[in-house]
Structures are given as C-alpha cells and as structure tokens.
C-alpha cells in the first residue's frame, strides 16, 4: 500500500493569514456593532429626557445626535 502525501508549502501560511484576516474582521464587526449599539442607548436616554432636561445639559432635541456622534466628525 502507498500513502502519498502533498505538501503544498505556500498554502499553508495563506491559508493561516486568511483565517487570521477573517477573525480580526469579525473582531472589529464586533466592536463597531458595540459601538453604535452603545451609541444608539445614548441617544435613546437623552430622546426619553424632557425639553428642560435637555436644555440644562445646553442641547435641543435636533443637537442629540450631533452631540452623541461629535467624536466622529470633529476636525
């Protein structure tokens, strides 16, 4: 009986990085989705505030969302 064997060494390690590239992108899907999902709860906390609430914390109800997103669009 013959055993043959292939060895194919340039499969391997792109096999091994595209293994590694795909858990590193599930890793950052991960933390964007936390992310917006910590983002969306802030912005639903501050829509349940009342007028009052909001306009002692110096925001309105259209400056929410700029507000929760400002990070991402200050220069």
Known sequence: MTT???SNPIFAPRLAGSVTAFFANLAHACAMASGAQARFD???RLQAL???????????RDDIARHVYAD????
């Open 72 to 75: 991402l669009f200050r220069q």
């Open 50 to 60: 009342s007028d009052e609430a909001l306009a002692k914390r110096g925001l309105s």
């Open 42 to 44: 802030e912005i639903q």
């Open 4 to 6: 043959q064997t292939i």
